[in-house]
């Protein structure tokens, strides 16, 4: 009796020690996770820091048709809404990461237990919720076994209070929006267009498959990296069987879908790579100065990199691709052709300078380089950075064929980028100044300098309308009035001339009368130079300062009616653009509004406008530019003929043609002293756009007017680039002619002015005669 007395008291203490060990460890667990939620165990997120949490959001740079141009970032990140995300790739996502994620409230308690009880091997038990939570508000870089306990404690509090927080869609959004994809992919629609290059809306159900299998392990389970390629489809087939097994997908579909080859579209999206790199850098310009002048309402500074924004543009994305591809296509043919005229050259690519002005230009160079300026900030002295820039190193070079890599020495390198073509090209409406489209140059990633704003080139030929419109609209000249095609002087102290000025006619082609449309199709100095001394410099001057042209550094002298200043692209097609208007000057603008994340406007585009010409002046100053495309330098936009084509100019240096454009144009080539610069300015009633084609020193240039006119350098690009636009038929660029004014008191018509153009006079008659110092 005794005996079971006291094992029935054993027994008791069994089951009372049993239920005392439980009960502390379940209050043990309680209060580790209350210890968690006050903090004790480190920082806890608050509410306020749950409703909004922290990330770095990129800024996107959006064109006026709705596409992404680009983005500012340090994490390449662009959140979307749930309903930006298609059903397969949630179906996808809750299939594999979290089977009863619309059942459990941010932790799942049967997965925990399994895995629990068989360490892991069947499986983990983290949540989507909790993953979130562990991408949003924990540290993961913590090592240690305590660590890792609190960190997962960390997560489970964590985890039950974002289901408490937010909707189960609303987490799956944050979720996919938070995830790092590895090569700048951070977040769904980020991956979603550099790994397929489409909207996430637009991922097919193996797509999906493939970037949810990635929330593994982005390096192991990496689409694009061949060594894990295997890994990926092995995965991405895992993620089909899942959904099947969750009864989004039938057996069938998942057995043909698990057959497909991965169909990876890889675009990395870096800040030189992509669409209008040159425009996106100006854009980055332009937010540097707008978040110094407007902080936010507490005082702080907006971030281009961290908060968000959005920015909206004027450019158009389906033109800007069409500049793009025309500078391309013609800047590639031409430099071969560049290239094989400077095989005999000893002194390649410069023309015409003595060796020690080519070692000035390429250590100018050097001390205008990003290596030789980090190197002086470093404090090493500049002969041992000279030292450096003669010693051979590993380097990678632009080629219209694809990067070279060699060794090479960054001095050599120098010259080797001196002996390409560059371009600057722009496009705007003149009715309203949108920019819709910005060529900078012919690769931002190694020709940083930019040219249509920053760079300022000798406009030659183009200037010459301003001289005209300045008559036009002073001495109510008319296209029709006539002037003797002879040598003229301007004598020594009248207009600034030091010396007698006598301006010579390319190819000293005198004789007879001619007419203004005449002389400015044939791009006449002699007739220019006698308009000029009829209106004198500083009426020009005058004119061109209220088109919007920087005249800051151009003299009041007779020479700039041959184009002797240095004028931007930018300023160059503005002030066009006037005439196109009108009369009235609309200045340029390329950003619309500005908004932040939450898609409050934060900026908005204020037009400024100012009358600048009579709207009769202006058509009439068009007229003379029509008779540049019809019968002068500018004339081969508009023949479908053979005229020329066998020649050798036409099969190595005019890309693209016949261009067969049959409507009005109002345009102008211009040429420099020695074909340094090469110009095209063209109009259509709602759209101007202005070329520019030359070396990045005056001296790397063709030997002859032949190749280096800007009807061969510049006209090109145009004239493909209208060809695009016209054959789109969707952008509603005008083949209308210019609207006549009602009231048209100056006489345009001209009786035979025109008889020795149409019949094939004046193509390639244009330059400037004059002396400049380089």
């Known amino acids: 009796m005794g005996e079971n007395t006291s094992s029935k008291t054993s027994f008791k203490k069994y089951i009372l020690g049993f239920w005392i060990l439980f009960l502390s460890g379940v209050l043990g667990i309680a209060l580790i996770f209350l210890l968690a939620s006050w903090g004790a165990l480190g920082t806890m997120p608050t509410f306020e820091e749950l409703e909004n949490p922290e990330t770095n959001l990129a800024t996107e740079v959006i064109s006026i048709d709705g596409e992404t141009l680009g983005k500012y970032f340090k994490e390449n990140r662009t959140p979307i809404n749930y309903e930006d995300l298609p059903d397969h790739l949630v179906n996808a996502l809750v299939s594999t990461e979290d089977e009863r994620f619309y059942s459990h409230s941010g932790i799942d308690a049967r997965g925990t237990l399994r895995a629990a009880i068989y360490l892991g091997s069947k499986g983990g038990a983290s949540t989507i919720t909790q993953q979130l939570s562990k991408l949003l508000f924990t540290d993961p870089n913590k090592s240690g076994t305590f660590n ?118 890889f675009s990395p999206e870096q800040h030189d790579d992509g669409i209008a790199t040159y425009f996106r850098a100006y854009v980055q310009e332009f937010m540097k100065d ?70 000035s230009i390429l250590n100018k160079g050097i001390k205008n380089s990003d290596r030789y300026k980090t190197m002086r900030r470093k404090g090493i002295d500049k002969d041992s950075i000279i030292a450096a820039f003669n010693r051979k190193r590993e380097m990678r070079l632009f080629s219209w064929e694809g990067p070279i890599d060699t060794l090479m020495t960054p001095k050599d390198s120098i010259r080797y980028y001196k002996s390409f073509l560059n371009t600057g090209m722009m496009s705007m409406t003149p009715q309203t100044g949108e920019i819709k489209a910005w060529v900078g140059g012919v690769n931002y990633k190694f020709f940083k300098y930019e040219h249509v704003k920053q760079a300022k080139r000798q406009v030659g030929s183009t200037f010459k309308p301003f001289v005209y419109a300045t008559a036009i609209d002073q001495l109510h000249l008319s296209p029709c009035d006539e002037f003797p095609n002879t040598p003229y002087t301007i004598p020594k102290g009248r207009h600034g001339v030091t010396e007698d000025w006598t301006p010579d006619n390319v190819g000293a082609d005198y004789g007879g009368m001619k007419t203004l449309k005449q002389a400015l199709a044939e791009s006449i100095n002699t007739i220019t130079a006698r308009v000029i001394n009829k209106t004198g410099p500083e009426s020009v001057i005058n004119l061109i300062d209220k088109l919007g042209i920087d005249t800051s550094n151009i003299l009041p002298v007779a020479a700039i009616a041959l184009g002797t200043p ?73 023949t479908n003929s053979d005229y020329a084509k066998g020649t050798e100019l036409y099969k190595r240096a005019v890309t693209g043609y016949p261009y067969a454009l049959e409507n009005d144009i109002a345009g102008k080539t211009g040429t420099t002293q020695n074909q340094s610069d090469g110009w095209f300015i063209g109009m259509v009633p709602n759209l101007a756009t202005g070329v520019w084609v030359g070396g990045e020193d005056r001296s790397v240039r063709f030997p002859t007017i032949t190749y280096g006119q800007g009807a061969t350098l510049a006209l090109p690009i145009w004239g493909m680039y209208m060809t695009d636009i016209y054959n789109n038929g969707t952008l509603n660029i005008s083949k209308d002619k210019f609207e006549r004014p009602d009231n048209l008191n100056i006489q345009i018509d001209c009786d035979n002015a025109t008889d020795e153009l149409e019949n094939g006079e004046g193509e390639n008659k244009e330059t400037t005669e004059f002396e400049i110092d380089f």
């Open 290 to 359: 707008w978040i110094d002048d407007n902080p936010k309402p507490d005082g702080s500074s907006y971030s281009m990199y961290r908060d968000g924004l959005k920015i909206y543009t004027t450019l158009d994305f389906k033109m800007q691709g069409y500049a793009e591809t025309a500078v391309e296509k013609h800047l590639k043919n031409l430099q071969k052709e560049f290239d094989t005229q400077n095989k005999n050259n000893k002194t390649a690519p410069f023309r015409s300078i003595s060796s020690s002005e080519i070692e």
């Open 148 to 265: 890792r306990i609190i960190q997962k404690v960390k997560e489970w509090v964590i985890a039950v209070r974002l289901e408490e927080q937010y909707a189960k869609n609303e987490i799956i959004t944050m979720y996919l929006n938070k995830f790092d994809f590895l090569y700048q992919a951070v977040g769904i629609r980020s991956a979603s267009r550099i790994y397929f290059s489409k909207e996430p809306i637009e991922l097919t159900i193996e797509e999906s498959a493939t970037l949810v299998a990635m929330l593994k392990n982005p390096i192991l389970y990496n689409p694009v990296k061949d060594q894990f390629k295997k890994n990926s489809i092995e995965r991405r087939n895992q993620v089909l069987k899942q959904m099947e097994k969750n009864g989004f997908l039938t057996t069938i579909v998942k057995d043909s879908l698990q057959k497909l080859p991965l169909g990876t579209y």
């Open 566 to 638: 240095d004028i931007s692209v930018y300023d160059m097609v503005s002030a066009y653009s006037t005439f196109a208007n009108k009369g009235v000057y609309v200045k340029p603008y390329a950003i619309q509004r500005i908004e932040d994340k939450n898609g409050t406007i934060l900026y908005q585009h204020q037009p400024q406008s100012r009358d600048v010409l009579s709207e009769e002046s202006a058509f009439v100053t068009i007229k003379l530019l029509e008779g540049v495309t019809r019968f002068g330098s500018g004339r081969r936009l508009r």
